[in-house]
Nanobody, 120 residues
């Protein structure tokens, strides 16, 4: 069994900052990508950012320059530092990880989601 547990969501004013964290636990052999997606009401889930094990990162255009993703391979954790938040960043944020539980067996896992609300 593998679990992804997110934390750090909440309510913040426009221009403020939040930091999301994701911890993977369970029968983990290795973790390939770790990333964050978000889903706003009435919209499809979209990629926010992801990082490869070796540290290469990719961001959605809408968050480039404002959000920073990082990971700690030794602790199986990933974080998303969100600065200069805008009302349009309001969404449920989901952690995603591609995890190998045994050699040759790779699955994508999702966290339960954490609400981020940007409002004055």
């Amino acid at each position: 069994q593998v679990q992804l547990v997110e934390s750090g969501g909440g309510l913040v004013q426009p221009g403020g900052s939040l930091r999301l964290s994701c911890a993977a636990s369970g029968s983990i052999f290795s973790i390939n990508t770790m990333g964050w997606y978000r889903q706003a009401p009435g919209k499809q889930r979209e990629l926010v950012a992801f990082t490869l094990r070796r540290g290469v990162t990719t961001y959605a255009d809408s968050v480039q320059g404002r959000f920073t993703i990082s990971r700690d391979n030794a602790k199986n954790t990933a974080s998303l530092q969100m600065n200069s938040l805008k009302p349009e960043d309001t969404a449920v944020y989901y952690c995603n990880a591609q995890i190998t539980t045994q050699p040759g067996v790779l699955y994508a896992y999702w966290g339960q989601g954490t609400q981020v609300t940007v409002s004055s």
